[in-house]
């Protein structure tokens, strides 16, 4: 990136080019061209005096060098002792209030002189004070009389990466996986770094390399070497890398007959593999799990508890500081107890059982990443147990790098419901933070939705979600709306006829993208093979999207209340009762928790079928306005990325009305409702949406 960096400094300084590939995220760095700006900031910024030695140091002070060169166009040479005014002075300092990760950015006379600095009681907070202090410049904030405190809220801050040994994604939609485990150990790409510094920027402290649908392979001596070349390039970054690990590895790599958690020699084996993990990776973070879910073998194969086997692990990780993070995703895909429920009734009876060193991670909500969820109820519901959040950046049920849809939002909705577990006030992100029961460990995983493309996330604003996780990881409390003004300013401009008008359409896509694909609380209704395009009529072996929507000639949505499956019961009272009762039920998850009849009478006055068409088409106007709103931005950016969006918006603007043409025309085989008045019929028939082949969609 650094190279990047200056090349693209020397090009635009030369040639008035704008020529951007995405690369370089929000670390662009550009030169401040309002010379008001630049000469405030060129009388703060003198000298450079970092403190202390060490890796982390000196990354900080690489990335203060490259940030105010670019910015400014000045090379700041490294003292060691403040002597003269406008000095920013970086380096720890003992005993601060900021915990382990935070620091101080603070406006100060250091011997009679003016200096900034930022401090910290570790390294690793100064160099988030430092991307905090550039966040300001590149988003030219005033930098007089500063006095900043930042502190994360959760502790394990991590990404997961879904990624394989052969060098494919699960669910990957930007290319390839960045680890390039056949040159690893030998050959350290670039990009390793280039992604310890984006992870650090925005306050990410962990990685799990490889995919939960793990391969044992990856804990053998030759692939643990290339993990620990990766954790020695990401040390300096603050960022520890875990692993996933397979549960039946005892056998696959270990020889042994049985995996059963009981079993002493299953014990010694991941014991013997810990302390052989350790050797090579000094700070490893430990194990991420899934287990019985899915096909994954697990304890449960030898009658065993998911307690049982988290704490195998845990205590063969306790004795080097590692932790599990056990994954509460579990379900049978068979007819009989709703699915929403499974991972509820599955996990709940354990609380208080597992070790002290095991984050159960559920995932935000009870089914699976849909557009939208209610809250997991196992929020709330394990007291005595740590739970870390899984979020998705990558957006498998979200038009994968095609649409345009900012997650934030949706990070937001989750962390700022209430469960009502304590009364009134008992956020998810409470529960998360691990405030409420004071628990030791805390932790939030996102799934990555990096890749090997040169913008590393495929879409353009794919990049904001990766920003937001790690913004949000660091602290709920910040909205959408000021995380998006940061990442629009550093990414692209900071013209404001620009920003307004995009960030509009940020907060907004997440909410029009489930109106065109699911709207009212309908889930779970995409192509059941690739999860894209619209699937309610969809079959496969073992699924049925039908069990989903449960449209009839009645109505449409699944019975989840008292009378039904009963799965408001997991949650608190009063949040059942909202829930419970039709009239209370937010209209968000309408048919999440009720089957509604076509007619029912909708706060609007519309009733329902005519609501459910209102949405599909709403949903896809608001993408042709961003369409039009975008056309009028051309000139305000590079013409490489407003090139690249306008071509995905309008590949999202198509997608969209296949969703809304095939889902309203298959609900219409049910309802036998008429297209409201004023709203364009679907021009073709559903056999011809049904038959749409994913990817090849030219027919359309
Ligand atoms: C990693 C969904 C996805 C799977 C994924 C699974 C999980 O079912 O479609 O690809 O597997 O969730 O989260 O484990």
Redesign the pocket.
């Known amino acids: 990136m650094k190279k990047y960096l200056f090349s693209l400094f020397f090009i635009s300084f030369c040639f008035c080019s704008y020529a951007e590939s995405g690369y370089d995220l929000w670390l662009r760095y550009k030169f401040i061209e309002n010379p008001v700006i630049k000469q405030r900031y060129l009388s703060e910024l003198k000298h450079l005096v970092v403190l202390n030695n060490s890796a982390t140091l000196k990354a900080a002070y690489q990335e203060l060098n490259i940030g105010i060169h670019g910015m400014l166009g000045l090379n700041l040479k490294r003292e060691s002792s403040v002597t003269k005014g406008g000095s920013l002075v970086i380096g720890t300092e003992s005993a601060m209030d900021v915990g382990t990760e935070g620091y101080k950015i603070t406006s100060i006379q250091i011997h009679n002189k003016n200096c900034i600095r930022i401090s910290g009681n570790t390294d690793v907070g100064v160099l988030y004070g430092v991307y905090h202090f550039l966040r300001l410049m590149q988003t030219q904030q005033d930098i007089r009389n500063l006095k900043l405190r930042e502190q994360p809220k959760i502790k394990l801050r991590v990404l997961n990466h ?1 990624d394989n040994l052969n060098g494919t994604i ?2 990957g939609y930007a290319g390839y996986t960045i680890w390039d485990w056949q040159r690893l150990p030998g050959y350290l790409d670039q990009r390793y770094t280039d992604y310890a510094r984006a992870n650090a920027s925005i306050g990410i402290n962990g990685t799990v390399l490889n ?3 793990a391969s044992a392979k990856s804990l053998t001596r030759e692939y643990l070497i290339k993990a620990a070349a990766l954790a020695d390039v990401f040390r300096p970054y603050g960022i520890k890398v875990y692993l996933t690990a397979r549960f039946s590895a005892p056998i696959e790599i270990g020889g042994l007959k049985t995996a059963d958690p009981l079993d002493a020699a299953v014990i010694k084996w991941w014991r013997d593999k810990a302390d052989e993990i350790y050797q090579y990776i000094p700070d490893f973070g430990g194990f991420l799990v ?1 287990a019985n ?2 096909g994954q073998p697990g304890p449960q194969d030898y009658k065993r508890t998911h307690a049982d086997g988290a704490n195998l692990l845990a205590d063969a990780l306790a004795p080097h500081g590692g932790v599990v993070m056990w994954r509460a ?1 579990v379900y049978e895909n068979i007819k009989g107890e709703d699915r929403s429920k499974q991972a509820y009734t599955e996990f709940k009876k354990l609380d208080g059982m597992f070790k002290k060193n095991v984050l159960l991670q559920p995932k935000n909500g009870p089914i ?1 990443f849909q557009p939208r969820e209610p809250f997991h109820p196992l929020f709330g519901a394990m007291p005595k147990t740590q739970l870390m959040m899984e979020f998705q950046i990558t957006q ?1 049920y979200l038009g994968f790098a095609t649409h345009l849809v900012y997650l934030a939002p949706l990070f937001k909705e989750t962390l700022t419901s209430d469960t009502y577990a304590a009364g009134k006030g008992t956020t998810v992100a409470k529960i998360v933070e691990g405030t409420q029961e004071q628990h030791q460990l805390s932790g939030i995983a996102g799934v990555a939705n990096i890749g090997s493309d040169l913008n590393w996330t495929g879409h353009p604003f794919a990049q904001a979600n990766w920003y937001a996780f790690g913004r949000l990881a660091w602290n709920s409390d910040q909205s959408s709306a000021s995380i998006a003004i940061d990442w629009l300013k550093m990414t692209f401009t900071l013209d404001r006829s620009f920003i307004a008008p995009t960030l509009q359409y940020m907060l907004n896509s997440r909410q029009n993208t489930v109106k065109y694909m699911m709207p009212l609380g309908l889930n779970h209704i995409m192509n059941l093979g690739t ?1 894209y395009g619209p699937g309610p009529w969809d079959k496969i072996p073992g699924w049925n999207a039908h069990d989903y929507h449960q449209a009839d000639a009645i109505g449409i949505g699944v019975d989840r209340t008292s009378m039904g499956s009963n799965a408001v019961s997991q949650y608190f009272p009063s949040v059942a009762q909202r829930f419970n009762d039709l009239k209370t039920c937010p209209s968000d998850f309408l048919l999440w928790f009720h089957h509604v009849p076509w007619n029912y009478k909708m706060p609007s006055g519309r009733i329902l079928w005519e609501e459910l068409v209102h949405e599909y088409y709403s949903g896809v106007d608001s993408v042709q306005k961003m369409q039009r709103t975008w056309d009028q931005l051309s000139g305000k950016i590079d013409q490489e990325r407003f090139g690249q969006i306008k071509q995905l918006l309008a590949e999202q603007e198509r997608e969209a009305a296949w969703w809304r043409d095939g889902s309203v025309l298959y609900f219409q085989s049910f309802s036998k409702g008429a297209i409201p008045s004023g709203l364009k019929p679907p021009s073709k028939t559903l056999k011809h949406y049904q038959s749409i082949p994913f990817p090849d969609r030219t027919e359309e």
Request: proline share 0%.
């Open positions: 879904w699960e669910r995919n939960v649908n899934k879910s899915e995703f699976d498998e999860h």
